[in-house]
């Protein structure tokens, strides 16, 4: 049976909070990346992909639309806020931390916001 489009989208982000609340909303998870003259950098775009795949296996649900505004620096500490949408319209803020870079591997956490925003009206 289908759940009407508010309802899973609201369940969508219930369980990325409850996740969170567990404590394991993805800790650890991490990416690869090609290092030029500079220090490793993750695209915005292959980060947003990284994310929404992290939180689609932490879930079991599909894969959110996840967009993040700027690429993330393979330096540690570094953070940037990226923002899930759920089909209802309604966002949860998911703020990515970079724990430490080895080499081309830059090693983030991901944690979702504990509530969502309301789609504007």
């Known amino acids: 049976m289908a759940l ?3 309802t899973a989208a609201t369940w ?5 909070a409850v996740a969170v609340t567990a404590g ?12 030029g003259k500079s220090d490793p950098k993750l695209s915005a775009d292959e980060l947003a992909a990284t ?7 932490t879930t079991g649900q599909p894969e959110p639309d996840i967009t993040c505004p700027e690429d993330l620096a393979g330096k540690v500490g570094t953070t940037t ?6 089909d209802d319209g309604s966002t949860l803020g998911v703020t990515v931390t970079v724990t430490s870079v080895d080499g081309e591997r830059i090693n ?7 509530t969502a925003s309301s789609a504007a009206g």
Do not use: M, N, Q, Y
């Open 4 to 6: 009407p489009r508010s």
């Open 12 to 16: 969508i982000l219930s369980a990325v």
């Open 24 to 35: 394991v909303l993805l800790t650890g998870c991490s990416a690869s990346v090609s290092v």
């Open 51 to 57: 994310v929404s795949e992290k939180l689609a296996r």
């Open 81 to 86: 806020r990226c923002e899930l949408t759920a």
């Open 108 to 114: 983030f956490g991901i944690k979702a916001d504990e």
